[in-house]
């Protein structure tokens, strides 16, 4: 009986899952709070059923995420960051040894640093710096991750930063993913940045193709 239980209990997890997820599609396109908080609560039963299951909270932080990036102010966006970053750090809690679930902390910073305005932007992006490093330190071979960092460091706007995002993303182009538009858009911006205009006008034209 028992391990007929513990076989089960993974399935039950699944289907509340799909559920609260379907539920919270729904209320969001349909403004219904009500619909809301059963797709939280149904969330619950499913992390219940399966707590070891590190992905459910990564997608449900990826819900809330989208909620923040389309929200219509600051103010109402930065809630949903902090609940997506709780749920990130849920995942981690659950497997530290994941390094993308760093790269996601670290990318949900980056995300939100980007809807602050410049005064603002620095230290929050400093923060994303930290957790994509620590990402790209396991993962020297993912050019996404390595793309990333050198946007952390561009956010943070200073001249040491941004003549480390050049350094980096030219390592990316010469020895990850030469061809990755996102790389050659980064680099216009990074010697855009660094002062260098004709090899910012060169690298956003190689990006555009």
Avoid: C
């Avoid at 039950?12 to 559920?19: E, G, H, K, L, R």
């Amino acid at each position: 009986t028992v391990v007929f239980v513990l076989a089960v209990r993974p399935v039950q997890a699944d289907i509340y899952f799909q559920s609260a997820a379907a539920m919270f599609d729904a209320s969001l396109s349909g403004d219904d709070p009500a619909l809301f908080q059963a797709a939280e609560a149904t969330f619950a039963r499913a992390v219940a059923a399966n707590p070891d299951e590190d992905v459910y909270h990564l997608k449900w932080g990826e819900r809330y995420t989208l909620v923040g990036t389309s929200s219509p102010d600051l103010a109402t966006a930065a809630p949903w960051f902090q609940k997506a970053q709780e749920q990130v750090v849920l995942a981690e809690r659950i497997d530290p040894k994941m390094p993308y679930h760093t790269f996601n902390r670290g990318h949900l910073q980056l995300v939100f640093a980007q809807l602050l305005d410049v005064e603002q932007r620095g230290s929050v992006a400093a923060d994303a710096e930290v957790a994509l490093q620590q990402a790209f330190d396991k993962l020297p071979s993912d050019p996404q991750v390595a793309n990333e960092l050198a946007l952390a460091k561009l956010l943070r706007g200073d001249e040491s930063s941004v003549t480390a995002a050049v350094a980096l993303l030219e390592q990316v182009r010469a020895h990850l993913d030469a061809e990755n538009p996102l790389t050659w858009q980064l680099l216009g911006r990074a010697y855009s940045a660094a002062g260098r205009s004709a090899d910012a006008e060169a690298a956003t034209q190689h990006a555009i193709g």
